[in-house]
T-cell receptor, first 116, second 111 residues
Framework: DAGVIQSPRHEVTEMGQEVTLRCKPI?????LFWYRQTMMRGLELLIY????????DSGMPEDRFSAKMPNASFSTLKIQPSEPRDSAVYFC??????????????FGPGTRLTVT | GDSVTQMEGPVTLSEEAFLTINCTYT??????LFWYVQYPGEGLQLLLK?????DKGSNKGFEATYRKETTSFHLEKGSVQVSDSAVYFC??????????FGAGTILRVKS
């Protein structure tokens, strides 16, 4: 299994530009999560989907952030317009089950975003 | 709200030393508990888990026991190696698949 795939691995952009991060979850997993990791705030859950439907987006920082999951094998996280404080590592994770207490989340390698 | 508190790092040890990383949690229900590890430049990987009180999770020489009385899930290893140098995250899950993570503890092992 290829694991969770994220692209790009690194993104450098200027303030005000649109940024799109992509994620391909593990085949057969029906939950998908977007996290942001910074030194100051640690690991934060931004949004998660079950069966392609957004369930909890309370962690999305503001309207500049949006996420979509058009099908079971693809999700995007978009920032428009980007700001320097958005600089962070963004992780995507997927999980094989919706309910139960033992399901594990599998993380992708992350996208390191730098906004100048 | 639900939260996880980990000991602050970095923790610096010599090879073959005993490791303990403390983790305590606050939750209104009976969560499942996890330890994840993040190696430099990589995503998080599940290290071990426990789903009910008194369960012991173990993997790669690491162990943690779910203690409901003390709301703790401390990570231990009897003899650390340089390759164990990483960031360790304690996490809990109450419902669905949403995880609440601690701040992470950096472990540095010197040869």
């Amino acid at each position: 299994d290829a694991g969770v795939i994220q692209s790009p691995r690194h993104e450098v952009t200027e303030m005000g530009q649109e940024v799109t991060l992509r994620c391909k979850p593990i085949s057969g997993h029906n939950s998908l999560f977007w996290y942001r990791q910074t030194m100051m705030r640690g690991l934060e859950l931004l949004i998660y989907f079950n069966n392609n439907v957004p369930i909890d987006d309370s962690g999305m920082p503001e309207d500049r952030f949006s996420a979509k999951m058009p099908n079971a094998s693809f999700s995007t996280l978009k920032i428009q317009p980007s700001e320097p404080r958005d600089s962070a590592v963004y992780f995507c994770a997927s999980s094989p089950t919706v309910t139960g207490t033992g399901a594990e989340q599998y993380f992708g390698p992350g996208t390191r975003l730098t906004v100048t | 709200g639900d939260s996880v508190t980990q000991m602050e790092g970095p923790v610096t040890l010599s090879e073959e030393a005993f490791l303990t990383i403390n983790c305590t949690y606050t939750a209104t229900g009976y969560p499942s508990l996890f330890w994840y590890v993040q190696y430099p430049g990589e995503g998080l990987q599940l290290l071990l888990k426990a789903t009910k009180a008194d369960d012991k999770g173990s993997n790669k020489g690491f162990e943690a026991t779910y203690r409901k009385e003390t709301t703790s899930f401390h990570l231990e290893k009897g003899s650390v190696q340089v390759s164990d140098s990483a960031v360790y995250f304690c996490a809990l899950r109450l419902y669905g698949n949403k995880l609440v993570f601690g701040a992470g503890t950096i472990l540095r092992v010197k040869s």
